[in-house]
């Protein structure tokens, strides 16, 4: 501690041991603190610039020392001081020797009866904090960083601060922190003035007690904080604790208090000294960012649920899962607009407790909501998210008698949007009778959005997919009619054409016997009969092109072994068939749907191929059948493969999905195609 020699003036001696307090005060704190007498001569200072000695400060002005616009603005609050009595502050930046800082000057005065002795300037650095406030937004963690930092420094300062009560109030001044000591022995307490307003109470009306501040404890945190106590007085431990207090008012602060044992004098018992910061703003900022994280990640998982659904069900059951599961509502209910506009249930719940809630179920089931019925009505009134409270005294809410036996007390509704229209309605039950939460109600809009978004989507899939089914359908028929006719055309065919033919040559061959014999009549005769067996050879040919009789009359095994013995005749390429498996009972339509499979490959390789050998496989057995085509030709390209306009590709792959089977078409290793037929067969799920 430096101090200039005894003035004239009227400051004391302090006692040798308030001398030591002073020092150990003084010499630790941060601040720059100067005694001046009213005309701004140095008394006492705790510091100098790094280029000045104590003896060349001591009794000059201070003025002299300060940058001139510094220096002009602290003597004008001095004066001021002087004159009102009351405390000054000067805030500005300094000059280049200091790096342009800004100091925060507290100007004091010090009294004798009504006179001012002398004045206790108190500088502290500012800077950060200016800075902090010029870039909070982008500097939170920094200035979160520097604030415990400075709390930390308070601290230290505080326990250094003995029992002085003026002492202790301008660390409190300086601190903008509560602090409190506790003597175990006596349990008496001291809280500052700071501490009085945070806890809500005005300072110096109430006597400081432990039994005071508990009551002062939120009910829920007051078990934790009385272990704690005992815990500190019994073996000294510091403690660091965040909890709350409920104030007079009812308003509830978030508080973190910290406090050691101390021991100030050898011969004393310990003391606990502690500050307390009010970190509510800070709570309230942690807990509203940590809530919109919960939402946007609930509105993540609905997404991806319901994108994930296969079905408009399976979309709103998840929907109805993820809220209650973000927010704790233990009922969720679907409600689907009619077209007449009713809202009817859709029989989608989510219940925590099904027997609880059976009641309130089945009476839901069983209304048709109109316009006063509630929630969901009110939503298609509003066209808005609605919060009901009160459930059991809701004139609106027609449930009322099965809500109060099952426990309710507040309902939300919000709607699902499809275009412009509501297409349904999802409302949720709680327990207590919350106040309603404008930022809920915000996610629920935009759930009801993204929702209505998904189901729209989901409609149009199950609509296409109706239509595939239906076109499948006609396809399927087009192809059993294209059969039945060519069925019928091939027995015609045979049966008439075919007969007719045969008739006429026998006719032919008779004539022939009979009549006399012109030089050009056998002639004629034998062309007439070749060209009669001509055309009963074609219509045979047509009649098995059309529906081989042998597919009918023996079966899909001996249709396959004629049709490659054909193709190789016809062709001169060598085919060869492999058959494996069982003889089972084989539907017609399964057997045409193999064996023209099998006719369309074979055509295709005679026409494009290039093959020099065909192999042919089926198997057959109660699991299935699987006919495969193997020619070592050209291959086929990939974009051939997946043409749309390849109608005979097209035909092999709906013959196969109309039975549930799998058509492939692929590369063969070492060069050709391989294509395969997979159905399975009814018996295999008998």
Not at 612 to 635: C, K, N, P, S
């Amino acid at each position: 501690m430096r101090a200039a020699p005894k003035p004239d003036a009227t400051l004391a001696q302090p006692r040798p041991q308030s001398e030591h307090w002073w020092n150990s005060l003084f010499e630790h704190v941060p601040e720059y603190i100067y005694v001046i007498d009213p005309d701004g001569v140095l008394l006492y200072f705790n510091r100098t610039l790094p280029s000045e000695t104590p003896q060349s400060v001591l009794g000059t002005s201070l003025y002299k020392w300060l940058p001139q616009p510094v220096g002009v603005a602290v003597r004008h609050a001095v004066a001021e001081v002087v004159r009102t009595r009351v405390p000054g502050l000067v805030e500005m930046p300094t000059g280049p020797q200091l790096g342009e800082r800004w100091f925060a000057r507290r100007i004091a005065p010090v009294l004798e009866g009504d006179a001012v002795v002398a004045l206790i300037v108190i500088a502290t650095d500012i800077t950060d904090k200016r800075r902090a406030e010029e870039g909070l937004r982008e500097a939170r963690d920094e200035m979160e960083a520097r604030v415990r930092r400075r709390t930390a420094e308070l601290e230290r300062a505080i326990t250094e601060l003995r029992r002085s009560e003026l002492r202790l109030s301008d660390a409190q001044q300086l601190a903008h922190t509560g602090s409190w000591e506790w003597d175990p022995a006596s349990d008496q307490q001291v809280w500052s003035d700071e501490l009085y307003r945070i806890y809500g109470l005005v300072p110096g009306t109430a006597t400081p007690t432990l039994p005071l501040f508990l009551s002062i404890v939120h009910p829920d945190d007051r078990e934790r904080v009385e272990q704690a106590a005992v815990v500190l007085r019994r073996d000294g431990a510091p403690i660091d604790l965040e909890l709350r207090v409920v104030r007079p008012d009812g308003t509830q602060r978030w508080i973190h208090s910290r406090g050691a044992a101390v021991r100030l004098r050898s011969d004393a018992g310990p003391r606990v000294l502690g500050v307390v910061q009010d970190v509510t703003d800070s709570r309230q900022a942690e807990q509203a960012l940590r809530r919109e994280k919960a939402f946007v990640e609930a509105l993540e998982a609905v997404a991806v649920a319901a994108n994930q659904a296969r079905s408009v069900d399976e979309a709103l059951r998840a929907s109805l899962e993820q809220v209650c599961e973000l927010t704790g509502w233990p009922v969720g209910h679907a409600l689907l607009v009619q077209r007449d506009g009713r809202l009817l249930s859709s029989g989608i719940w989510e219940l925590r407790d099904p027997d609880r809630f059976a009641e309130l179920r089945r009476v839901s089931q069983t209304l048709s909501l109109h316009d006063t019925a509630g929630a969901p009505a009110l939503v298609l009134e509003r066209a808005t998210p609605v919060w009901l409270r009160e459930l059991p005294l809701n004139i609106d809410f027609r449930r009322a008698a099965a809500a109060q036996e099952s426990g309710l007390r507040a309902a939300v509704a919000f709607p699902v949007w499809v275009g412009r229209e509501i297409a349904a309605v999802l409302e949720f039950f709680a327990t207590e009778d919350a106040v309603p939460d404008p930022a809920l109600l915000e996610v629920m809009a935009h759930l009801g959005t993204q929702l209505g978004r998904v189901i729209e989507r989901r409609r149009a899939e199950e609509r296409l997919a109706s239509s595939e089914s239906q076109l499948r359908e006609l396809a399927s028929r087009l192809v059993s009619v294209r059969e039945e006719e060519r069925k019928h055309m091939a027995r015609e065919l045979h049966d008439e054409l075919g007969q007719s033919l045969t008739a006429l040559k026998i006719d032919l061959r008779t004539l022939q016997r009979r009549l006399p014999s012109p030089v050009d009549l056998p002639a004629r005769l034998d062309a007439m009969l070749a060209l009669v067996d001509g055309t009963i050879a074609a219509t045979q040919r047509l009649a098995t092109e059309l529906r081989p009789g042998i597919l009918d009359d023996l079966g899909l095994i001996p249709a396959i072994q004629w049709q490659v013995e054909e193709f190789g005749r016809r062709t001169g390429v060598p085919a060869t068939l492999g058959i494996d498996g069982e003889p089972v009972p084989l539907d017609d339509r399964i057997a045409t749907a193999a064996f023209r499979v099998l006719q369309e490959s074979l055509t295709n390789i005679a026409r494009h191929a290039r093959a020099t050998a065909v192999t042919v496989t089926l198997l057959l057995d109660a699991r299935g059948l699987v006919l495969e085509v193997h020619d070592d030709g050209v291959g086929i390209e990939p974009a051939r493969r997946d043409d749309p306009h390849a109608l005979g590709l097209l035909g092999m792959r709906e013959r196969a999905m109309r039975w549930g089977g799998q058509f492939t078409i692929a590369p063969r290793e070492g060069g050709g195609t391989t294509v395969r037929l997979h159905v399975p067969l009814p018996q295999a799920s008998a």
